[in-house]
């Protein structure tokens, strides 16, 4: 399986059902989200669009995907919002097709372009890796079945502190507060109020945004 062969599998209305683990906290988090996923043609205006922000050729693009999703926290706060959409873009290695870049319009932790590093492994699950300059997250995907799809991703934050995400995926369609100082703190006394604030700005990291 190439890179373009996993989007046009993940095409269709998915619900998302995870948990996260604050390891830092020892917490753990629930949350669901509903995903829309649309492979994208190479010559699909918003992917030459975004080859054309990194300042990379379109014609060596595949293809990519439009994702939409709306999706909710156990530990949302009344205005928190967890909805959106993106685009991206897949640029294989000239050398092997199985491998690449994956450019977005803009990343979480940055708002500016980014791009991240892909590879389908043995198993022909995707892992992606995406830099950022404050933390740096891996993100596994693979297929169980045509309508179940699982996904593990790890965050590591400047600091060494992580948290790591387990997502069970199943097909339902067709194809504010002050931070927390951690200093010298007992973190498994905190309250959750406490660890609320402290992980709210990384709990719903992914580079797909889902």
């Given amino acids: 399986m190439d890179v373009m062969e996993f989007f046009q599998l993940s095409?269709?209305?998915?619900r998302s059902e995870r948990t996260?683990?604050?390891?830092?906290?020892?917490?753990?988090e629930s949350g669901a989200s509903?995903?829309?996923?649309?492979a994208l043609g190479h010559d699909h205006p918003q992917i030459i669009e975004i080859?054309?922000?990194?300042?990379?050729?379109?014609?060596l693009a595949v293809g990519g995907a439009f994702v939409s999703w709306k999706g909710e926290m156990g530990w949302d706060r009344d205005d928190e919002n967890h909805e959106g959409s993106t685009v991206f873009a897949l640029i294989p290695a000239a050398d092997h097709p199985r491998q690449g870049t994956l450019l977005r319009e803009q990343g979480y932790a940055e708002i500016v372009p980014v791009a991240g590093q892909y590879h389908m492994d043995d198993d022909d699950a995707l892992v992606l890796t995406t830099?950022?300059?404050t933390m740096s997250v891996i993100?596994?995907?693979?297929?169980?079945?045509?309508?179940?799809?699982?996904?593990?991703?790890t965050l590591k934050r400047f600091?060494?502190?992580?948290?790591?995400?387990?997502?069970?995926?199943?097909?339902?369609?067709?194809p504010s507060g002050d931070c927390l100082s951690l200093e010298g703190a007992d973190l498994s006394t905190l309250t959750t109020d406490q660890v609320k604030n402290a992980?709210?700005?990384?709990?719903?990291?992914?580079?797909?945004?889902w």
Avoid: M, Q
């Avoid at 080859?51 to 014609?59: D, S």
């Fill in 159 to 174: 600091g060494g502190f992580s948290n790591a995400t387990f997502c069970t995926e199943f097909r339902i369609g067709d």
């Fill in 199 to 209: 992980v709210e700005p990384t709990k719903y990291l992914s580079f797909f945004g």
């Fill in 11 to 14: 095409t269709g209305r998915w």
């Fill in 20 to 28: 996260t683990h604050h390891l830092a906290f020892k917490r753990a």
């Fill in 34 to 38: 509903e995903i829309h996923v649309e």
């Fill in 131 to 133: 830099e950022y300059e």
């Fill in 51 to 59: 080859c054309n922000l990194h300042h990379i050729e379109p014609r």
């Fill in 139 to 153: 993100e596994r995907f693979w297929f169980a079945s045509p309508s179940l799809r699982v996904r593990t991703s």
